[in-house]
Every structure is written in C-alpha cells, then in structure tokens.
C-alpha cells in the first residue's frame, strides 16, 4: 500500500471529499428531501385525481372545451415541473447514499452550506452554477 491509497479511484478528488457537510447536517438534509419527495407524489397524486373528474364532464360547447385545453395544458405543465424537481431530489439523495452530497459536481469543491440550506438538490458550487448560466445566456 502506498500513497495512491489515500485518493479515490477516479483520482479526481481527495478521499475525505465532502467533508464540508457535516453528518449530522446531511441527515437533516435526508430527512427534508423525502419530505419533499412524500409532499411531490401526494401532489402528483391528487392532480391525477383531478384529472379523472375532469374526464367525466361532458364538453357542452366550444368555450368549455378551449378552457378544458388550457386546464390540461396546465396539469401538463404542473406534471413536467413535480416530475424535474422529483428526479433532482432522487439525484440528492443518491449522492447522500453516495457520500457524495454537498460535492460540487464540475469541480469537486465542497458546496456553500447555505447553498445548499436554500436548494438542497443543487449538485453545482455557486461558481459553476453562475458559469453554467452564463453559458446558458451567451447559447440563448
Ligand atoms: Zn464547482
């Protein structure tokens, strides 16, 4: 056994990466997420819920169907949202599973603890993340 030892196979970053977080600060951040999760499948839940009643009405005339539409459009919307931040809390709580929550995804830094307090599920440092969105607007 040598040095090589004290990094993980990627090589990337050092084995005690993520220590910035704290264990006790990463429980809590566990126990928000599926929180968050539980809330988002009782939400998806009750829309589809919705979504049958919406079924048994009858479309009398144009009006009420063009209104039905935008209703659709709207659970549509609603469903892609629940369905993207869902994903993301999944993400978060793999890196917990990982030992991986709190790491920056591009550079391997530790991520602001009040980063992470505002937006659990962020995988970027704020200095990636403002690089990303620059990117962004520089491709818009
Ligand atoms: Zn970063």
Redesign the pocket.
């Known amino acids: 056994m040598s040095l090589s030892f004290c990094n993980n196979f990627t090589g990337k970053t050092p084995i005690f990466r993520g220590a910035g977080v704290k264990k006790k600060d990463i429980e809590r951040f566990k126990e928000r997420l599926e929180e968050e999760r539980r809330e988002l499948l009782r939400r998806a839940r009750q829309t589809l819920q919705d979504d049958m009643a919406l079924d048994l009405h009858e479309l009398s005339d144009e009006l009420d169907f063009a209104a039905s539409q935008a209703d659709q459009g709207l659970i549509l919307r609603l469903r892609g949202r629940e369905k993207g931040m869902l994903r993301k809390i999944n993400v978060a709580l793999q890196r917990i599973e990982d030992g991986e929550f709190g790491v ?1 995804d ?2 391997g ?1 530790d991520i602001a603890l009040k980063r992470l307090e505002i937006r659990p599920v962020t995988t ?2 704020i ?2 993340k403002q690089e990303q969105e620059e990117h962004e607007r520089m491709l818009a």
């Open positions: 920056c591009r550079c830094e970027l440092c200095h990636c």
